[in-house]
């Protein structure tokens, strides 16, 4: 079946280090997304992609970054800039960008501080 | 830039009873709407989606919504709940600008919903 693999599903982060959070697409989705989510927050958007080599910032994208090297794939670095890192990320993705796309979410990494 | 209000952070509801959440939205143009849900610690699964033509709109789980534009909303509705509904609720608008970019959904903050037994 085709969907949206985020792993690993619980991470944790010492202080000062770098994470990365997996996300992976077997829909052939030009267009990724990733999402934090806080409790009463809402999804805000850190980044999005809407094709390989191209991502541009959302909302909330310092002390985050991105790739996309592949179409499958949109990996997030959370890097030691992210001061409160603590959040349920969502990965994401649609056919293209439009706003007529639905996006289809893959079941979400929590990223906790030790 | 389009933007999506949810009034109700909580909302409970006795199991057989029937529910409305509330979604009111602003952008210029006819928008593409969007309700999903989330189970705890899970992704947002779509529950159905509005793009033109008829104003009420079914979806999965036996939910329904209706596109009022004098209004600015789009209501989702469902007539006997579940305790498996309880869960969180998102309402998300689309748009296509007019620059030729895109920009994805603007999701609102959520509704939370509480089945009573």
């Known amino acids: 079946d085709g969907g949206i693999t985020q792993s690993p599903k619980y991470l944790f982060r010492k202080e000062g280090q770098n994470v990365t959070l997996s996300c992976e697409q077997n829909?052939?989705?030009?267009?990724m997304y990733w999402y934090r989510q806080d409790p009463g927050q809402g999804l805000r958007l850190i980044y999005y992609?809407?094709?390989?080599?191209?991502?541009q910032k959302g909302d909330i994208a310092e002390g985050y970054s991105v790739s996309r090297e592949k179409k499958e794939s949109f990996p997030l670095t959370v890097t030691s800039a992210q001061k409160n890192p603590t959040a349920f990320y969502l990965c994401?993705?649609?056919?293209?960008?439009?706003?007529?796309?639905?996006?289809?979410f893959g079941d979400g990494t929590r990223l906790s501080i030790l | 830039a389009q933007s999506v209000t949810q009034p109700d952070i909580h909302i409970t509801v006795s199991e057989g009873a029937s529910l409305e959440l509330r979604c009111n939205y602003s952008?210029?143009?006819?928008?593409?709407l969007f309700w999903y849900v989330q189970s705890p610690g899970q992704g947002l699964q779509l529950l159905l989606k509005?793009?033109?033509?008829?104003?009420l709109v079914q979806g999965i789980k036996g939910f329904e919504a209706e596109f009022k534009r004098s209004q600015s909303s789009f209501n989702l509705r469902k007539p006997s709940v579940h305790w498996s509904d309880a869960a969180e609720y998102f309402c998300?608008?689309?748009?296509?600008?007019?620059?030729?970019?895109?920009?994805?959904?603007?999701f609102g903050k959520g509704t939370h919903l509480i089945i009573q037994p």
């Open positions: 994401a993705s649609s056919m293209s960008g439009a706003g007529n796309q639905p996006q289809h």
């Open positions: 829909l052939n989705h030009d267009a």
């Open positions: 992609s809407q094709i390989v080599n191209d991502f």
């Open positions: 952008y210029g143009a006819t928008p593409y």
């Open positions: 509005y793009f033109s033509g008829d104003t």
């Open positions: 998300a608008v689309g748009a296509w600008y007019s620059g030729g970019g895109a920009d994805g959904l603007t």
